[in-house]
Structures are given as structure tokens and as C-alpha cells.
């Protein structure tokens, strides 16, 4: 095992999706939990619980004519608990009678995590995106490659204070991606969109209640989007009707659309397998669904679940909510980056410091926030210290027909999908977390050696600093913005096991 000169704690925080807007139109035993005031985060009906004995669980099950119940821990807990399943990492899921306030919802856990033998219970929270897009049509123009809305993507290029983008078309010189790199997007599903056929490898359903998986059905193999719309008040917590977001298929568009392919957008990694983990349906997703997908995602072993056949390097989660890492979120990504996978995941837009989302305040993950056209913070995105990186998330409130958002892969259907090959601009931490995870993409293929953590240093340290005058700075939004032909182009740094002195690869 490599030591490494300096440790990075890396939070990240799935916060995702974004207030898109405009877009083109083409013919085609940890501690208890704090009661702390969660205002964005809706309420829960589900605990996660993990005791010291893999079968401990099983002297608590009593089988009645309701079902499966647990008596010893509803009396505990002073509320009637059922079973609901299994999941990874030797952990259950458990129902209380309806959904309620998260913070009741943790006092209640406090009181299972203080029997004996249990090693953890925690809120099982939801995690969603955070807005849903409008659709605005644009006009096509040309340029190379040639993927006819690739003008449309100044996030793929840079031009000093004018497009602070990702510098890709320099790096595609040097790499533009390898077949045997798997990049999984945890999200909503994937459509079959013309832009990315024959771009992924088969995925899973991992949203386990039917309600949310809006599919009439709980987990299963087929991983595309059914849709996300959802009618006024219908989750639980005061909300608006919303339309579908086709989310996951945005995000997806981003890191592996098909390019040079005479049609819509270019993609970051032009070769790169995408692995589409639904985790996220009407009202969000459960993080215990979320949890499980990761695991999935990275190869290891899910209860209930076959097992994944393209394990993917890369995870991008652009997802999230308020408070703290859990327990099960931590757990797993300690053993996805010690798998040797790589997680990204988006600050969340909400404009304050990123601290305060999840599974942006666990360690080890690359947190991105977001900057507009011109290199500023842009106007939603989180920040904080805990922000690794920065990269184009757009802001569709300028530009013409909010041509200064970041361009991808949609669909026109409000509901159902219309299945009709759209591009749409949208704008958050959401669509600049793909970026990144396309980036890290390339760096596999270039640098196969690295580890995860040498992928981050080697990220930090290749960064574009922020433009003169930025609204951003290496306090708030990490260590510069991202560019893809200074991580291809500049040698990496490994660590000496014995000396903990940084080497450079030759």
C-alpha cells in the first residue's frame, strides 16, 4: 500500500441537478446523530440499522399475520417498525408506519444505535436533483469535431475570460478516451437517445419502492427512466407539480455522448462505456438505494442483486441533500476507493458552503462546484472548503436562448418519455460533476497506474487557476477549474512508499 505525503479529505456532495434552462432541438458503532433542523430535506419512513453480529438481526424477526415485525426494537424505538429488506454490507432497511420529520426520525434511530450489539441505525434519507429544466431550441452551426451542436458547447473549449471551459479540444490530441473505461452515472436512468447508442453497458434499477420508481415494478434490470414527474404535494412534504427531468440521460450526454458523429453533442470521453445505476425516481431516492448502487457500480457484492459484469472506474453521483455523511455512505465509499474506484460528486446548488450536503461531507470523494461562462462562481453553486475542484456548470439565465448553460442529450416528454432525440442546455453543480467524472475518464486512459487518490492530487495540481477578478478562489472553489490538456499533458506525481517523497512518472 502506497503512504501518501499529505492526506486529502475530499468532501463531496451529490447535490446535482440544477435550474437548466435552454437547449437545442435536432431532428432525430458510529456515534448517534445529532438532531440538527433539515429544511431542505424531505421526510423519511425508512431507517438503515447494521448491528456487530451479520446475524443478529435474524433473533428480532417475528413472522405475524401483517408480515415480518420486530417488537423488540418497535419497543425500543416507541414506534412500530416492519422489515423491509436486506442490503449491502450486511446492513437492513426498516419501515415505520409513515414518513416523518428527518429529525424525529433520527431521534428514534439514536435510541436503536444505543442497544447492544448494534453497531449503527441512521435515517434513511432521501437524496434528489434539485430543479427541473426548460426546453429552448437553438439554431445549429459547424465546427470540428463535427457533432452539429458542438459550437454550442464553449464548456469543452476555453478562450481566457470568455469561455472558461474544460480545454478539451487540445487534449483530445493526446487522448480521447479508452473502450475499456467504465464510467457508472448513479441518476435517474438513461433514455435510449440516438447520441448514445451503442455508448452504454447494461445497468440496474436499484430503486427499490415502486412509488418511486414510477416503472409499476421494484428493482430490476432494466435501468432506463420511465420519468420523474410528479403532481402537487404527492411526496409527502409541500411541493410543486414538476415535470420529467431525464436528468441521468443529461448527465450521461456529457460524459460519453457519441462524438464525431455528424449528430448533436460531443461527449468528454469519446470511447468510454457509460453504466447507468437508477437510484433516483419521483421524490428522489432513498440512500439506502443509493448506497447499494454505488456498490454495485464499483463491482462489489449487492444481496438480492446480480452480480455487475462492467465494474465501473469512475462513479459520478450528481444527487444529494441536506446534513450530515451517514454511516452507510462513508462505509461504502471507503470500500469503492479501496476497490479502486474513483467517486465525483456535485456541491449542490443552493449557494451556501457545501458542508452541510450529503454525501458532499464524506471524505474521499471529489466534490465539484460550478463556474459560469466567464469563470466566475456561478450565481447557485456551493462552495466551501470542502470543495476539491471547479467546472463549467452553466448559467442559463444569459446568453442567447440561455446559450451560456452546458448542452446535452434530452427528451421533449413531460411525463412519459416522447422519445424524440433532444438537446437541451441546463445549468448546476449537476453538469459540471460530469465534466469532471469525463476528465478523471481521460486520466484513466492516459495514466492507468493511478489510484484513486493520485487521481485527485494529479487533478488538483492540474487545475487553470481562476481568472483575474474571479468571484471564485482557492478558498471557496477549490484549487482552479479543471482542464482536461493540463491533466493529460503533465506528468504525474507518485509517492514513495519509503521516503513519502513525491516522484514524477517518466
Known amino acids: 500500500m502506497k503512504k501518501h505525503l499529505f492526506l486529502l479529505t475530499v468532501i463531496a456532495i451529490l447535490i446535482l ?66 422489515y423491509v429488506r436486506p442490503m449491502s454490507n450486511n446492513a437492513h432497511v426498516l419501515q415505520l408506519p409513515e414518513a416523518m420529520p428527518l429529525a424525529d426520525v433520527a431521534a428514534i434511530a439514536n435510541r436503536l444505535a444505543a442497544m447492544e450489539g448494534v453497531l449503527y441505525a441512521e435515517p434513511d434519507a432521501y437524496r434528489q436533483i434539485i430543479d427541473r429544466p426548460e426546453k429552448v431550441l437553438f439554431a445549429p452551426t459547424a465546427t470540428t469535431p463535427n457533432d452539429t451542436f458542438f459550437p454550442q458547447q464553449w464548456h469543452y473549449g476555453y478562450v481566457a475570460g470568455s469561455s472558461e471551459g474544460v480545454n478539451l479540444e487540445a ?18 436512468g438513461i433514455l435510449n437517445h440516438a447520441d448514445l447508442a ?13 412509488f418511486i420508481g414510477n416503472d409499476g415494478n421494484g428493482r430490476d434490470a432494466d435501468p432506463s427512466d420511465p420519468g420523474d414527474w410528479r403532481i402537487a404535494n404527492e411526496c409527502g412534504f409541500p411541493h410543486a407539480a414538476q415535470n420529467s427531468s431525464w436528468h441521468g440521460t443529461h448527465v450521461a450526454g456529457t460524459i460519453g455522448a457519441a462524438t464525431n458523429n455528424g449528430l448533436g453533442v460531443a461527449g468528454v470521453n469519446w470511447n468510454a462505456k457509460i453504466l447507468s445505476v437508477r437510484v433516483l425516481g419521483k421524490c428522489g431516492g432513498f440512500t439506502s438505494d443509493i448506497v447499494d448502487g454505488m456498490r454495485w457500480a464499483a463491482g462489489l457484492t449487492v444481496s438480492g442483486v446480480p452480480a455487475n459484469a462492467n465494474p465501473a472506474q469512475v462513479l459520478n453521483l450528481s444527487l444529494g441533500g ?18 479502486g474506484s474513483t467517486i465525483v460528486v456535485a456541491a449542490g446548488n443552493s449557494n451556501v458552503d457545501a458542508s452541510g450536503f450529503s454525501p458532499a461531507n464524506c471524505g474521499g470523494v471529489i466534490t465539484v462546484a460550478a463556474n459560469d461562462r466567464t469563470g466566475d462562481k456561478a450565481s447557485y453553486s456551493n462552495f466551501g472548503s470542502i470543495v476539491s475542484v471547479t467546472a463549467p456548470g452553466g448559467d442559463t439565465n444569459t446568453g442567447t436562448g440561455g446559450s451560456d448553460g452546458v448542452a446535452s442529450t434530452l427528451d421533449s416528454g413531460t411525463t412519459s418519455p416522447n422519445n424524440d432525440d433532444i438537446y437541451v442546455y441546463y445549468q448546476g453543480t449537476s453538469m459540471a460533476a460530469p465534466h469532471v467524472a469525463g476528465v478523471v475518464s481521460l486520466i484513466i486512459a492516459e495514466f492507468p497506474m493511478l489510484t484513486p487518490i493520485e487521481i485527485l492530487i494529479h487533478l488538483q495540481r492540474t487545475v487553470r487557476p481562476f481568472p483575474s477578478g474571479s468571484s471564485c478562489n482557492s478558498s471557496i472553489c477549490g484549487t482552479g477549474i479543471v482542464d482536461a490538456f493540463n491533466a493529460l499533458s503533465t506528468a504525474p506525481l507518485v509517492f514513495d512508499e519509503f521516503l513519502y517523497l513525491p516522484t514524477v512518472i517518466r
Open 17 to 82: 441537478v440544477v435550474v437548466p434552462t435552454s437547449l437545442a432541438k435536432q431532428d432525430q458503532k458510529g456515534g448517534l446523530l445529532t438532531s440538527q433542523a433539515q429544511l431542505d430535506t424531505p421526510p423519511t419512513n425508512q431507517i438503515i440499522i447494521k448491528f456487530e453480529n451479520a446475524l443478529e438481526i435474524n433473533s428480532f424477526l417475528e413472522t405475524t399475520e401483517k408480515g415480518i415485525t420486530l417488537t423488540t426494537l418497535s419497543q425500543v424505538g416507541n414506534v412500530s417498525l416492519q
Open 171 to 188: 487534449a483530445w490530441d493526446i487522448n480521447i478516451g479508452s473502450a475499456s473505461t467504465v464510467v457508472a452515472v448513479l441518476d435517474t
Open 198 to 210: 451503442g455508448r452504454t453497458v447494461p445497468g440496474y434499477d436499484f430503486i427499490s419502492e415502486p
Open 322 to 339: 441536506t446534513g450530515s455523511c451517514s454511516t452507510s455512505e462513508q462505509n461504502a465509499i471507503n470500500e469503492i476507493i479501496a476497490a
